[in-house]
């Protein structure tokens, strides 16, 4: 299990840019697939981005497709995900999430797929 510790949350304005940060505890971060979720008041945790093992394989959700950039650091331990033209809709909390997994392909969208989180950060992106 990876203990994961989110940060760079804030509040900001409409288009503005924001880079959110995950730290992962433990030697094996590079055996684990990462995602970042969000989640909405009142409304489902979605998926935002994920990125595989070797930081090859990225997939976006479409609300945030050509505006966020999810990437990592296995030498750091270290997944960011950097927002730019942010919208009152990215408003949320948003957490790292992880699964161990042996493929190099696999780059899981669906939140099941995740035994481990983080406790979150709220964005708040004001109109």
């Known amino acids: 299990q990876v203990q994961l510790v989110e940060s760079g949350g804030g509040a900001v304005q409409t288009g503005d840019s924001l880079t959110l940060a995950c730290t992962a505890s433990g030697p094996t971060f590079g055996h684990y697939v990462m995602g970042w979720f969000r989640q909405a008041p009142g409304k489902e945790r979605e998926f935002v981005a994920t990125?595989?093992?070797?930081?090859?394989?990225?997939n976006y959700g479409d609300s945030v497709k050509e505006r966020f950039v999810i990437s990592r650091d296995n030498v750091k331990n270290a997944l960011t995900l950097e927002m730019s033209r942010l919208k009152p809709e990215d408003t949320g909390v948003y957490y790292c999430?992880?699964?161990?997994?042996?493929?190099?392909?696999?780059?899981?969208?669906?939140?099941?797929?995740?035994?481990?989180w983080g406790q979150g950060t709220q964005i708040t992106v004001s109109s």
């Open positions: 999430a992880a699964v161990y997994n042996g493929d190099y392909y696999y780059t899981p969208r669906l939140r099941s797929e995740y035994p481990d």
């Open positions: 990125i595989s093992r070797n930081a090859i394989h990225r």
